[in-house]
C-alpha cells in the first residue's frame, strides 16, 4: 500500500464504480471525488483497495475506502486501515457508506467509535403543491448570477455541516461540470429580494432521484419553507418522470425526519462515521 499520486483519481473512480455496483451504495461522496480530481486529497492503496484522505477543518482526516469486489475477503481493507493509521498524525474518522458488514468487522479490529449516523431515506415521488406567502417565489438557479447568493445561504445553513458548509465557488463549478447538473433542478425560493431557502436535486440515470442539498436561511427557521422548497422539488421530479426520490439526513435532526416522514420517506441505508481517537 502507497501514494498512488498520478494514479489515484483514476483508481478511485473504477474501483468506487465497482464497489457500488456490488454494495449498492458509492463508497466516495461527491466531496472526495471533487477534491481528488482537483488533487486536493491524497489517495493511498494500489490496483485493488484505495483509501482518499481529506483534512477536516477541526483537524480531523476524515477517510473513506474501498476494496474492488473481486479481491476481498483477502485483508486488504485492514492493510489499507493500518496504512493510514501509521502514516497518519491526529484524530481520525472513517466513512462506510451503506454500513456494510465488512466496514463494522475492521471497526471493530481497530477500535474505532461510531460518531454519527447519516440516513439515506426514499419514497415514491408524488406531486405535491408548495405552499408559499404572499410574495414568495420559487425560480431556477441562473449559473453566474446566482452563484455568491446560494454559496452565502448554504454557507450559513450549515454552519454547523462538516461538509455542505464548506462549499465554496470552486466545488460549486465542479458540480455544475457534472453531465447530471441541470440549473432547472436547483430550485430558489424568494421572499422579496432575498434568498431564503433552496432545493437542490441530482436526478442521474443510474441512481434514484436525490434531494442533493436542502438549505433554509437561519433567520427564516420555523416558517415552513424547508417544506414548501421540499415540495417544489418533488413537484420538480413528477415532472421529470421520476418515480423514486432519495435523500440523506442526520440521524439525529428530528425537525427534518418529521418533515420528510410527513412526505413518505423512509429508512433505506445508513452511512456511519467511524472515529479513531489518539
Known amino acids: 500500500m502507497s501514494d498512488l499520486g498520478d494514479d489515484g483519481p483514476a483508481l478511485v473512480e473504477s474501483i468506487g464504480r465497482a464497489a457500488q455496483a456490488a454494495d449498492g451504495s ?50 486488504l481493507g485492514a492493510l489499507l486501515v493500518q496504512r493510514v493509521v501509521d502514516d497518519t498524525e491526529g484524530p481520525l474518522a472513517f466513512w462506510s457508506h451503506g454500513d456494510l458488514p465488512g466496514a463494522r468487522v475492521l471497526a471493530a479490529r481497530f477500535g474505532l467509535e461510531a460518531t454519527r449516523r447519516l440516513l439515506q431515506q426514499r419514497a415514491p415521488v408524488q406531486a405535491r403543491t408548495p405552499r408559499l406567502r404572499d410574495g414568495d417565489r420559487v425560480s431556477a438557479f441562473r449559473p453566474g448570477t446566482d452563484d455568491a447568493a446560494w454559496l452565502d445561504l448554504n454557507a450559513r445553513a450549515f454552519a454547523d455541516h462538516p461538509e455542505q458548509g464548506s462549499l465554496v465557488q470552486a466545488d460549486l463549478d465542479a458540480r455544475m461540470a457534472e453531465p447530471w447538473f441541470d440549473a432547472d433542478d436547483l430550485l430558489l425560493l424568494r421572499r422579496g429580494d ?11 440515470a443510474d441512481q434514484p432521484a436525490e434531494f442533493y442539498a436542502v438549505a433554509v436561511s437561519p433567520d427564516h427557521q420555523g416558517e415552513g419553507l424547508g417544506g414548501a422548497v421540499v415540495d417544489a422539488g418533488l413537484a420538480r421530479l413528477a415532472e421529470r418522470g421520476a418515480d423514486v426520490a432519495a435523500l440523506y439526513v442526520e440521524g439525529d435532526n428530528e425537525p427534518a425526519l418529521r418533515l420528510y416522514a410527513a412526505r413518505g420517506f423512509t429508512d433505506h441505508a445508513v452511512d456511519a462515521r467511524w472515529a479513531l481517537r489518539r
Open 26 to 75: 458509492p463508497p466516495f461522496n461527491d466531496q472526495a471525488i471533487v477534491d481528488v480530481r482537483a488533487g486536493r486529497a491524497r489517495v493511498v492503496g494500489d490496483r485493488h483497495a484505495v483509501a482518499v484522505l481529506r483534512a477536516a477543518d477541526d483537524g480531523t482526516t476524515e477517510v473513506e475506502l474501498a476494496v474492488h469486489p473481486d479481491h476481498r475477503r483477502q485483508g
Open 194 to 204: 432575498d434568498l431564503v431557502a433552496s432545493c437542490w436535486l441530482k436526478v442521474d
